[in-house]
């Protein structure tokens, strides 16, 4: 590696060590490297530039809006209703409580954009649920967090929104249905370990609730579930755009909880757009920061340097990306999604293409990844959060967390190995 890409790296760390925030650090380090490259002058116009630039971008505008909506539906009952859905029509089977923790945590994640927002509300119910009818308070802790990733898969994501902006132009609508499948395939492969580890611990099942009562649940819960068919329909049938459909996604979401539901309060609404500016405004000054940091790499020919060096390690694909799964993994345990795919994906996907994957097939297995590192020690900001809920600590949830990671881990190999999995629902609407 050049002396250039050894001071980027080591700033960046360093910075990173002595706790500096993330985007300040990815923005200094930038602006080091750029003052060792080029001229003082040259370097602070161009990172002012990078820095603009990089958030001037109509498909930025869904993140704001996605962001408004998931956190109006985060406080407009919609976690209660999906539980209580799936406790009637799953709850009866083996592990049941188990599995309903995991059906709610992938809707509310999936509806809401949010992991820690699905770990907060779902785990706060459905934990001591669980605990009063016998599961282990660890197991359920681990069920919370390791379900709740799944919802960064299946749209409305913020995250694939942004690797499509990282990746330079992959379109947002085919990541949106592209996710589908890998999401449902992580949310199943949870739900088989719970069922099987429930039996073996002997936990008990729910009782068969009768029809009227099932059909009143789910009902009841249709509403909320419909958001994801406005987004996906409006997108797939050429109505709006995937920005377009962030706005309606807020329409919807202020209906529902403010006049249908009724649990969103006027008076509550200003610091809910508090709340919704400055998380957009911290996701755009990483976006902006990563922008100036992508444009140092390619002016350096970093990333072409790495590729070459993955090719000379081997010239087996299956290993390869094997390679950079084990280091994306490792990355997702201690930085946040948002950063490491702006960082990494133009350091990889260069590989990935040279390797003949697609950037929506690679675009799926980063995001995949990074959302295990959420619930991974010892940074997993979901596994904080499952923790905090349950009251107990990462030491005692490792062991439990183990099956469900392994579980995940599998699907990730399937995903990365399989490109019929990300890219069959895009080509069969013609969205890829």
Same mark, same amino acid.
């Given at each position: 590696?050049?002396?250039?890409?050894?001071?980027?790296?080591?700033?960046?760390?360093?910075?990173?060590?002595?706790?500096?925030?993330?985007? $300040?650090?990815?923005?200094?380090?930038?602006?080091?490297?750029?003052?060792?490259?080029?001229?003082?002058?040259?370097?602070?116009?161009? *990172? &002012?530039?990078?820095?603009?630039?990089?958030?001037?971008?109509?498909? +930025?505008?869904?993140?704001?809006?996605?962001?408004?909506?998931?956190?109006?539906?985060?406080?407009?009952?919609?976690?209660?209703?999906?539980?209580?859905?799936?406790?009637?029509?799953?709850?009866?089977?083996? !592990? !049941?409580?188990?599995?309903?923790?995991?059906?709610?945590?992938?809707?509310?994640?999936?509806?809401?954009?949010?992991?820690?927002?699905? #770990?907060?509300?779902?785990?706060?119910?459905?934990?001591?649920?669980?605990?009063?009818?016998?599961?282990?308070?660890?197991?359920?802790?681990?069920? #919370?967090?390791?379900?709740?990733?799944?919802?960064?898969?299946?749209?409305?994501?913020? *995250?694939?929104?942004?690797?499509?902006?990282?990746?330079? !132009?992959?379109?947002?609508?085919?990541?949106?249905? &592209?996710?589908?499948?890998?999401?449902? +395939?992580?949310?199943?492969?949870?739900?088989?370990?719970?069922?099987?580890? &429930?039996?073996?611990?002997?936990?008990?099942?729910?009782?068969?609730?009768?029809?009227?009562?099932?059909?009143?649940?789910?009902?009841?819960?249709?509403?909320?579930?419909?958001?994801?068919?406005?987004?996906?329909?409006?997108?797939?049938?050429?109505?709006?755009?995937?920005?377009?459909?962030?706005?309606?996604?807020?329409?919807?979401?202020?209906?529902?909880?403010?006049?249908?539901?009724?649990?969103?309060?006027?008076?509550?609404?200003?610091?809910?757009?508090?709340?919704?500016?400055?998380?957009?405004?911290?996701?755009? +000054?990483?976006?902006?920061?990563?922008?100036?940091?992508?444009?140092?790499?390619?002016?350096?020919?970093?990333?072409?340097?790495?590729?070459?060096?993955?090719?000379?390690?081997?010239?087996?694909?299956?290993?390869?990306?094997?390679?950079?799964?084990? #280091?994306?993994?490792?990355?997702?345990?201690?930085?946040?999604? #948002?950063?490491?795919?702006?960082?990494?994906?133009?350091?990889?996907?260069?590989?990935?293409?040279?390797?003949?994957?697609?950037?929506?097939?690679?675009?799926?297995?980063?995001?995949?990844?990074?959302? *295990?590192?959420?619930?991974?020690?010892?940074?997993?900001?979901?596994?904080?959060?499952?923790?905090?809920?349950?009251?107990?600590?990462?030491?005692?949830?490792?062991?439990?967390?183990?099956?469900?990671?392994?579980?995940? $881990?599998?699907?990730?190999?399937?995903?990365?190995?399989?490109?019929?999995?990300?890219?069959?629902?895009?080509?069969?609407?013609?969205?890829?």
């Amino acid at each position: 590696m050049e002396l250039s890409g050894i001071i980027l790296l080591a700033v960046f760390c360093l910075l990173l060590v002595i706790n500096i925030p993330i985007s $300040f650090s990815i923005g200094i380090a930038t602006l080091v490297t750029m003052l060792y490259t080029i001229d003082v002058m040259p370097a602070a116009t161009t *990172i &002012a530039q990078r820095l603009a630039g990089g958030i001037n971008s109509f498909a +930025l505008l869904a993140i704001p809006f996605f962001v408004l909506s998931g956190l109006i539906m985060g406080q407009g009952g919609i976690a209660r209703r999906l539980i209580e859905c799936a406790m009637a029509l799953i709850g009866m089977l083996p !592990g !049941g409580l188990a599995l309903v923790n995991v059906l709610s945590c992938t809707l509310f994640g999936s509806i809401s954009g949010s992991a820690v927002a699905a #770990t907060s509300a779902i785990g706060s119910f459905m934990i001591p649920e669980m605990e009063k009818k016998g599961y282990d308070r660890n197991f359920s802790a681990a069920v #919370t967090g390791a379900a709740a990733t799944t919802g960064m898969l299946i749209p409305p994501s913020n *995250i694939l929104i942004i690797y499509a902006i990282a990746s330079g !132009g992959v379109s947002i609508a085919a990541l949106f249905v &592209a996710g589908y499948l890998p999401g449902i +395939l992580v949310a199943l492969a949870l739900m088989i370990v719970c069922a099987g580890y &429930a039996k073996m611990k002997g936990y008990p099942t729910q009782d068969r609730l009768p029809i009227k009562i099932v059909l009143t649940k789910v009902l009841a819960a249709v509403p909320s579930l419909f958001l994801i068919f406005i987004i996906i329909g409006g997108i797939i049938g050429g109505i709006f755009t995937p920005t377009e459909a962030g706005a309606v996604a807020v329409l919807y979401s202020l209906l529902l909880s403010v006049v249908v539901y009724k649990e969103v309060k006027v008076k509550q609404l200003p610091e809910v757009l508090l709340k919704a500016g400055e998380t957009t405004a911290i996701v755009m +000054l990483l976006i902006g920061a990563s922008s100036a940091m992508s444009w140092i790499l390619s002016y350096e020919n970093i990333p072409q340097a790495i590729t070459d060096f993955l090719l000379l390690l081997s010239d087996n694909p299956l290993l390869i990306l094997l390679i950079i799964n084990l #280091t994306l993994l490792v990355v997702g345990a201690f930085m946040d999604m #948002t950063p490491a795919v702006l960082i990494f994906t133009p350091i990889f996907l260069p590989v990935a293409v040279e390797l003949g994957m697609s950037p929506l097939h690679f675009g799926i297995m980063i995001v995949l990844n990074l959302s *295990i590192g959420l619930c991974s020690p010892p940074v997993g900001s979901v596994l904080f959060v499952s923790c905090a809920v349950a009251k107990t600590t990462i030491g005692q949830i490792i062991r439990p967390l183990m099956p469900l990671y392994i579980a995940m $881990f599998l699907v990730l190999m399937l995903v990365t190995y399989v490109p019929s999995l990300s890219e069959f629902l895009p080509q069969l609407f013609g969205l890829y």
